[in-house]
């Protein structure tokens, strides 16, 4: 993992001529910014960062908070048919996403969201939270059942049980599922390329193939765009990597 974004990066910061001249595996005899520059004039990368961190945050954080609830009625609220309701989830899972182009793009014509960031958000914040569901649902079917019951016993509501029992417990775990979900939802592309048709709404994932040509690729330029597109997703990694080596050993453990 760390060595392609090592040459991606050695690669983006090259002159055409070194490129040329040296091939893609060399170091550069120099630090040329111009690729970067010239990619972030061309597809307006401000405009497709903002869009991306809008869609990519509001999807983490509506997944995992529906995901929280449908975990909570299901693991430990124990409605009728939970085998079946959990085999649909995971139904859900392995659907292809081309499956779902037509449906979701004739939806967002009837309701007038097409080409809308909302759209984008309501469509992947229902496909990240059936993975959510699904990995709550196992964990909060393990919860133990005598600190719920000591709550109700005090006077806790099934609202306060959740807020204030079930949540704080599964932190760790809901919290490697914003990492998951905002990391999963910044590297789509094919819905936002079908969903997102204005300049304005596309995210970075789509910015980066206006750069393929038919004939003719600037090497410099590609490289740039690919250490553009995966620098603030990877910086997100590594602020919040313990919560998810926290989150990832919490559930080993139990």
Known sequence: ????????ALNAVKSPADYSTHGPLSLPEGIHLDGLRDFWQRVDFGRKLFNSALISGSVAVLAALLSV??????????VRGRPWV???FVLANMLPQEALVYPVYY?????????TR???????????????TYLLSSVLGAFPREVIEAARIDGATKWQVLWRVVVPVSRPTIGVLLVFFFIWTWNEFLLPLVMLISNDNQTVSVALGVLQGQRLM??????AAALLGVLPAFCFFLIFQRTLTRGIAMGAVK
């Open 1 to 8: 993992m760390v060595l392609p974004f090592l040459v991606v």
């Open 69 to 78: 609830l449908n975990a909570y009625a299901i693991g430990i609220g124990r």
């Open 86 to 88: 959990l085999a649909f």
């Open 107 to 115: 939806l967002s014509k009837q309701v007038g969201l097409y080409d």
């Open 118 to 132: 909302l759209s984008v958000i309501i469509v992947f914040t229902v496909i990240q939270s059936a993975f959510g």
């Open 218 to 223: 600037d090497a410099t330029m590609t490289n």
